[in-house]
């Protein structure tokens, strides 16, 4: 039986066409790869109010571990966000605002729905709750890092945005692993062009200087500090998978990743990439929790050296 798809889109006319013609092609080819028998229908909504599209799918339902998840999406801060839950249509949300779709990208449009539906797949496998599990179990280790106080940090915030950096982290694993099975079901070059497009102009729009997060941080404000931290692993993020199946175009994502940075968090981050350079499948629990204490650790190393700078 093929695989339905349930469109809502924010765009008419020929944009619609042409939007459409991109799912299809790809629910083809994903037809011809895998036969997915719980699947009959999967709902896709391409909106430009994630908040509304989200108090209507997803609010009553979500679990506490894809909060992480949910709050890029609804913050705009993510391009797309997937849910599924047994017994319910499969959903894909797509930002109507991104520039794929403005543009009418079609490789990229293709690219970014094929990673969608990976995280759907891994879903009904099994993968992503797995990943949740490991990430619960290495909440403890919040705790451990809690144990003394840095000031003018307070624990009430330093335990707010260690929550905050293991959901990005678990976040950054899943899509890891969603891109790693695009790229084996032949999606590399629409995976790529959706990644060009996100980070064409990140060199020029995203910057974070000593001066900045050291300024914010006086005035109470840990987001900037969360921000360089979970921005510089995301960006990164996207050449990871290329450059594990060897494939060159890695080296042109990473160049474009390379964002004005303080080099403690880069020198923080870089021990991270390298561990989940090392990431070959969910079963593997021991590196998946190396991973998700590491970022812990290191994001606690780079709270300790701006304690020291802002007293």
Not at 57 to 73: F, N, T, Y
Not at 213 to 224: P, Y
Not at 254 to 271: E, H, S, W, Y
């Amino acid at each position: 039986m093929k695989l339905k798809l349930e469109k809502h889109m924010y765009f008419k006319g020929k944009e619609a066409r042409i939007i459409s013609r991109a799912l299809n092609d790809v629910i083809k080819e994903f037809g011809r790869r895998t036969r997915v028998k719980k699947f009959k229908k999967i709902r896709i909504y391409i909106t430009k109010n994630p908040v509304q599209v989200c108090k209507k799918i997803v609010m009553p339902k979500v679990k506490l571990s894809r909060h992480g998840e949910m709050r890029e999406w609804i913050c705009e801060n993510a391009s797309s966000f997937s849910y599924w839950d047994k017994g319910l249509t499969p959903t894909i949300m797509m930002d109507a605002n991104e520039r794929i779709f403005q543009e009418l990208n079609y490789p990229a449009i293709q690219g970014l729905f094929a990673h969608e539906l990976m995280h759907l797949l891994n879903k009904l496998d099994g993968i992503e709750d797995e990943l949740e599990y490991e990430a619960e179990r290495a909440a403890t280790n919040m705790f451990r890092l809690l144990e003394k106080e840095i000031k003018p940090f307070t624990i009430d915030k330093l335990l707010s945005s260690l929550i905050r950096i293991t959901t990005s982290s678990l976040l950054f694993i899943k899509d890891i692993f969603a891109n790693t099975r695009a790229m084996s079901f032949g999606f590399d070059d629409e995976l790529y062009a959706n990644y060009k497009v996100t980070l064409s102009d990140v060199k020029k729009e995203i910057k974070f200087t000593d001066g900045y997060i050291i300024k914010t941080l006086k005035n109470g404000r840990m987001h900037a500090l969360d921000d360089a931290f979970t921005v510089y692993l995301g960006l990164n993020i996207s050449w990871v998978a290329f450059k594990m199946f060897h494939n060159k175009m890695y080296y042109y994502l990473q160049d474009m990743a390379r964002i004005k940075l303080p080099n403690v968090i880069k020198k923080q981050c870089k021990p991270i990439i390298k561990e989940m350079l090392k990431l070959r499948s969910a079963s593997d629990k021991k590196q998946i929790a190396k991973i998700l204490r590491l970022t812990q650790q290191n994001y606690f190393n780079v709270v300790k050296h701006y304690s020291k700078k802002i007293k």
